[in-house]
Each structure stands twice: as C-alpha cells, then as structure tokens.
C-alpha cells in the first residue's frame, strides 16, 4: 500500500511541476499585443491594423495596440521589430513591397529582413486602380494605350514618390505596353491624387478610396486595375494582367513577426486573422478600406512576398532605382 501510494503521489508531482510548462506553451497571448505599422494614421496598413486589433483584443482577451512608427521608408518601423523579443508580442503589420523597396533605396539598412522576419498572415491584396483625369481623351485602356502611342511622352503620371508601388506600377506598364509616360513624383497619393484632378498630371495609380468620390462626380475616370484578376471593389474594370502577361502588381497586405518567434504564437495569430477576414463585417471594412481579404497561412503569405518580390525588383531596375 506504501508503494502503491508514493508511485501515485510521484507521478501527480510530476504532473503538477509538468503543468507550467504546458501552460506557458498554450498561455498565448498573455499580455497585450503590439501591431507596428510603418506609417502615419490613415493609410491602409494602418486602417487593416485598426480593423484586426479589435477584432484580436476580442478574440485573445488582451489589450491589442497599434503603433504608427513612420519614417526612413518604413525602416523605422522594421527596426523596430527587429530589435523587439522574439516572443509574437511586436507584430509588423505593412504592404509587402516595403521589404523588397527599401534595400533598393536605402545604403545602410539597419536590418536584413530576410533573416529577421518570419511571415505570419497573408491578411489580404490591395490593388491599385489606374484613373485618368475626365478631360484626357481616352475612356478605356486600349483608347490610352492608343493615345500614349501616339503621343510618346506627352503623357504624363504622377505617382506617390521615386521607388513606390505607384511608380512601379506605371513603369512595369510602360514597359509591358511600349509605351512612354513621363513620371511626376510627389510626396504621397495625397498629393498625386489631387494633381491629377487638378490637371497637373494626366494620370495616377491609387487607391480605390481615394479615388472613388471623383469618379463619382465624374472627375476622374477608372480605366484599369494593376492586379492579374479583376477585384471584387470593382469587378467591371479590366486588369493590365488582361493586356500583359503575368502584370500582377496589386500589393500584399502582410503581418511579420521576429525570427525566433515561437510557432504556437504564430500559427494562433494566422488562425486568428483568418478566421477574422471571412467575417462579413470585416470583408465590408476591409474592402472599404481598398483591400480584397484573403487570410493566407504563413507558407501562403511566404510563396506571395517572393512572387512580389521578384516582379517589384524587376520593376525597380527597369526604373534605375539608386539607393541613397
């Protein structure tokens, strides 16, 4: 009986010094989560991290925050998360063509984010539509792509600065048409956007939401979309990818954690996001906001960052980016 008795005990005292650790493996998260977000409030990483955190602090039972660290093209931010514990806690919440940017354009980088990121979800892709202002002769693509043919270089785009998905939109579209447009930087879509219904500029690529309520009033027309299948945003406007094989430049929407970060943390963030991005009130949110709501696991969101890589560095040389 004496033995019978110490084996139990022995074996309910292993059990009980076993259980925090078995906590701890399924305690996550058990404190708040940070979403960095490499621009100032308003623009669409930042408006998809606002619509997750409160979907997450509902889901996790814990404070989710979001904190805009703007500046050095999104380096800033990225650095941020590089120098934060690898413990799923600090989250990077941004468009994927950052990552592949921003080393064509920056000397010295404070972080290689090829080995000190991971990818944690594919939230979702935000396409860009291509709009021309009301009194340029051309109300299709093909009637612009004639127009710019004839005209080489009389065209002229504005994009939101050297080196954005904007610009190398417009210059992977020059390039997949043969056609010549002259490029106008400006300092962000908030600038481009106006000029363009001012008539400083004939053309942009934006975002739907900037562009939707001068479509509306009929001073500006939409004439394409930079993804390789039309968008649910606005299913009857062609894509380029329907004029040029394999054209896909709608941008990801993607959340990065450290390298090292547990994979229990990370595969409870993916689940989490993805079941939050098939919630009706969520789609209508995010498409509002100009992003068609995927969910991508993190194998998915890997395969898409080296496909969107590979066309935003193709682009980015046909541009002769120089870092500074």
Same mark, same amino acid.
């Given at each position: ?8 005990l022995?074996a !309910? #005292?292993?059990?009980i010094?076993a259980?925090p650790? #078995?906590?701890q493996?399924?305690a ?7 979403l @960095?977000?490499?621009? =100032?409030?308003?623009? !669409? ?10 979907? !997450? ?6 404070p989710v925050?979001?904190e805009?660290k703007?500046?050095?093209?999104g =380096?800033v931010a ?16 941004t468009d994927?063509? !950052? ?8 000397q010295?980088?404070?972080?290689d984010?090829?080995?000190e *990121?991971?990818p944690?979800?594919?939230? /979702? ?5 291509l709009? @021309? ?8 693509l093909?009637?612009l792509?004639a ?10 785009? /504005?994009?939101?600065?050297v +080196?954005s ?6 210059e ?7 056609v010549?447009?002259?490029?106008i930087?400006f300092r962000?879509?908030? =600038?481009?956007v106006? #000029?363009?219904?001012? +008539?400083?500029?004939?053309?942009? $690529? ?7 309520g *001068?479509v509306? &009033? ?5 004439l394409a ?6 968008s649910a945003l606005?299913?009857d406007?062609?894509?380029l990818?329907?004029?040029?094989? /394999?054209f896909? $430049?709608? *941008? ?11 994979a229990e943390?990370?595969?409870?963030? &993916? &689940?989490?996001?993805a079941?939050?991005?098939?919630r009706p009130? @969520?789609i209508?949110?995010l498409r509002? #906001?100009?992003?068609?709501p995927?969910? /991508?696991?993190p ?6 960052m080296?496909?969107? &890589?590979e066309?935003?560095v193709?682009a980015a040389?046909?541009?002769?980016l120089?870092?500074?």
């Amino acid at each position: 009986m004496k033995r019978f008795t110490f084996l139990h005990l022995a074996a !309910l #005292a292993a059990a009980i010094l076993a259980l925090p650790n #078995a906590a701890q493996a399924q305690a996550f998260p058990a404190k708040p989560i940070k979403l @960095v977000v490499p621009y =100032a409030p308003g623009g !669409l990483p930042d408006t998809v991290a606002r619509v997750l955190a409160q979907r !997450l602090q509902e889901a996790f039972g814990q404070p989710v925050v979001v904190e805009n660290k703007a500046g050095a093209g999104g =380096a800033v931010a990225a650095a941020a998360l590089a120098q934060s514990p690898a413990d799923g806690y600090t989250l990077l919440v941004t468009d994927g063509p !950052l990552l592949s940017i921003t080393p064509l354009v920056t000397q010295k980088m404070s972080y290689d984010a090829a080995k000190e *990121f991971v990818p944690v979800s594919l939230v /979702g892709t935000a396409p860009l539509f291509l709009a @021309v202002n009301a009194n340029v002769k051309a109300n299709t693509l093909d009637e612009l792509i004639a127009l710019a043919k004839a005209r080489p270089g009389a065209l002229n785009y /504005g994009s939101a600065g050297v +080196g954005s998905i904007h610009h190398l939109t417009t210059e992977a579209m020059k390039a997949g048409l043969g056609v010549f447009i002259t490029h106008i930087p400006f300092r962000g879509s908030g =600038a481009s956007v106006p #000029a363009m219904i001012g +008539g400083q500029v004939d053309m942009v $690529f934006a975002s739907p939401p900037s562009l939707m309520g *001068f479509v509306k &009033s009929g001073q500006a027309k939409l004439l394409a979309i930079n993804s390789a299948k039309r968008s649910a945003l606005a299913p009857d406007v062609p894509t380029l990818g329907e004029k040029i094989a /394999g054209f896909d $430049f709608a *941008f990801t929407v993607v959340i990065l954690a450290k390298t090292g970060t547990p994979a229990e943390a990370i595969n409870r963030i &993916s &689940s989490e996001v993805a079941r939050i991005v098939k919630r009706p009130d @969520v789609i209508e949110s995010l498409r509002i #906001a100009g992003v068609d709501p995927v969910g /991508g696991t993190p194998n998915e969101l890997a395969q898409a960052m080296r496909s969107e &890589s590979e066309r935003v560095v193709a682009a980015a040389k046909r541009a002769n980016l120089r870092s500074e």
